[in-house]
């Protein structure tokens, strides 16, 4: 199985839009070690012809012009894609808003929880996606199910899905509690073991996630590869930087660093290989020559970059 990340940053990318930070500033003028990332996706495949994408980032036309094997082949009909279906591990605009781009009647699957499903079928700007050709599929907690395409047709990756600690999608917030965490253990965020024919060992895609708990500590015990969440290096990162008012556990999301963090919370597990994505825009790991990005090394993890591939 083939593996490709295609967007290793948080919502907004990096350099965000709008963003003045250091770090934007640094990769919007080029220096050494700092590069831009595209929203958070990743690909995956058993025969690098049909692919099924985790996630539809805003930036996936971007993402696409970036990766060949997600583009026409050079002797496929007119209109033709080599994506067959795409799944969804939760509702934030920058793993759904992508969907919109790919509204060109062309068929493909969607996999979701049911919340993020229900959530699709209350915005009717998702209508866009004729469920005739674009069927909207249920993924089952804690069960094996194969990935096929909008014929049925078995794509060989399979995906069991599962809940992790998270929170509700930020525009589905109630604005009139604006103290409330919304947090959520309930499926509103999952993560996702990706398997195939042939492929060695579990890879497990988790790029939101606000607690380490023993039943994940458990679930991802012995995997092969895990890309978790990599939000931020520290829960005030945005506080401290002046950017927002927001902690990563107010976010759902858990901070590489401290007694509580990520790095700690799976140190003691065995795992092939451990890979940050989902990496907001003020996390200092972003520059390859700090020493929170050294520090992240230290400790056996790789910093995700769009275009990296593996084979499981």
Known sequence: MRLKIIGSAAGGGFPQWNCNFRLSRAARTGMAGVHSRT????????????????????DIRQQIAQTPELQPAHDAPLRSTPIRAVVLTNADVDHVAGLLSLRERQPFAIYATTQVLATLEANSIFNVLDPALVPRRTLPPAEELAMCDADGH?????????????????YLEERSRPEANFSSDAGDTIGVRIGGAGSRGSVFYIPGCARIDAALRKRLADAACVLFDGTVYTDDEMIAAGVGQKTGARMGHLAMSGDDGSI?????????????????????????????????????????????????
């Open 39 to 58: 929203q958070s996706s990743i690909a995956a495949s058993v025969d690098g012809a049909g692919w099924v994408l985790f996630n539809a980032s805003p």
């Open 154 to 170: 078995d794509t060989g990756v399979t995906v069991e899905s599962f809940p992790v600690p998270g929170k509700i999608a930020l």
């Open 264 to 312: 700690a919370g799976l140190a003691e597990l065995r795992i092939g290989r451990r890979v940050f994505v989902h990496i907001n825009n003020t996390n200092p790991v972003l520059d390859e020559n700090s020493a929170e990005h050294a520090a992240v090394k230290a400790a056996g993890w790789e910093v995700a970059r769009d275009g990296m591939e593996m084979e499981f």
